[in-house]
């Protein structure tokens, strides 16, 4: 039994590795990429240090010294579980090359999620640690609140991978009967960066509004884990948030898997 989830394992370890391989031919991005983080943290940084600069306590929650944290963690996690499954699959299917994905004996779905792991080992290498070791040398961010809380983090956060995955493989699935969703890709793009809790902590939306996104999987890409990393849940309540997500992982890989079989139904293919 072993041996055979072994062997069915190894074509997807391939595509890991072409992942790998492939994002070396554009090193010097992920190199420009740390000065692009570091900008935003930046940016963020003096943003909020305004916005607190007569608050006399917290705001809705936060401290600037944990408000800094939270953006400066944000962008580095951000610079790991991101990916463009959507967009190089929205190019295959404009230039053709879908359908070479379509005869292979694989899980298509899983191909581009093992491809997107091997794109984030190399950005987790070349990006997401230098990236925390400069913004960590710049600004004044704090540790974890635990080593528990840590360890919970970097739960969340490989959870936060696989929510952009499959979310990234559903929009990326629409190029099949749209042909072209580039558009749909910057909306996309626009509302995970907000609705997350990236950009703005969910505590900061309307009480109306938290109530409503709360029962939607964006803000456990970047709002859970990194108030998991602060330490603003109990172990339980982190726990249980972690649940959560991961339910929502399960939930959207079957959702992506639907909707690839059913797109794929009817396909018309031109290029190649």
């Not at 505590?203 to 029962?215: E, G, M, N, V």
Request: aromatic share 16%; charged share 10%.
């Amino acid at each position: 039994m072993a041996s055979r989830v072994q062997a069915a394992l190894v074509p997807y370890a391939e595509f890991s590795r072409i992942g790998f391989v492939n994002i070396l031919a554009f090193r010097l991005r992920y190199f420009t990429g740390i000065i692009t983080y570091l900008l935003n943290v930046t940016v963020y940084y003096f943003i909020w240090s305004a916005v607190f600069r007569n608050a006399t306590g917290s705001i809705a929650g936060f401290s600037l010294p944990q408000m800094i944290t939270y953006v400066s963690v944000g962008w580095i996690i951000r610079s790991f579980y991101w990916n463009t499954i959507d967009q190089e699959m929205a190019y295959e299917v404009i230039e053709g090359k879908i359908a070479m994905d379509l005869i292979k004996p694989v899980s298509v779905q899983w191909m581009w999620i093992f491809r997107a792991m091997g794109e984030s080992a190399f950005r987790l290498g070349l990006l997401t640690v230098p990236t925390a070791v400069v913004v960590a040398f710049v600004f004044p961010v704090q540790g974890p609140a635990s080593g528990t809380d840590l360890t919970l983090f970097i739960i969340a956060v490989i959870g936060s991978f696989f929510l952009m995955g499959a979310i990234n493989f559903m929009i990326g699935t629409c190029a099949i009967p749209l042909k072209s969703i580039l558009a749909m890709i910057r909306a996309k793009y626009w509302l995970i960066e907000l609705l997350s809790g990236l950009l703005i902590p969910m505590t900061y939306f309307p009480k109306a509004a938290q109530r409503i996104l709360s029962w939607l999987p964006f803000e456990h890409i970047a709002y859970t884990p990194l108030s998991i990393y602060l330490g603003r849940f109990s172990t339980n309540k982190a726990i249980q948030l972690l649940c959560v997500q991961w339910v929502w992982v399960v939930i959207l890989l079957f959702a992506a898997h639907w909707w690839w079989e059913r797109a794929t139904k009817k396909i018309t293919i031109h290029g190649g």
